[in-house]
């Protein structure tokens, strides 16, 4: 599975919309949804908030791991 679907099948998930994942990028919806249907690339500087937003790794999201583990909280 390429990254652009996984962050669609995360945000599906959760429940979360296009628009709040770009409003946390402080980006257009637009803009998100071409990341996300793999039209245009993805700046990798976007990949921390994605994380911190979704609460997922990164190594789920570019596919290192398949198991959905959620960020470890910093003391």
Do not use: H
């Not at 679907?5 to 409003?23: F, S």
């Not at 979704?54 to 198991?67: C, Q």
């Amino acid at each position: 599975m390429y990254y652009t679907q996984r962050l669609q099948w995360i945000r599906d998930c959760k429940n979360i919309t296009q628009k709040q994942i770009a409003d946390a990028l402080e980006i257009k919806q637009q803009q998100y949804a071409r990341y996300e249907k793999g039209i245009n690339i993805m700046p990798i500087t976007y990949l921390p908030k994605i994380c911190k937003f979704l609460n997922v790794s990164s190594d789920y999201i570019l596919g290192l791991t398949d198991e959905m583990k959620e960020l470890k909280k910093e003391d």
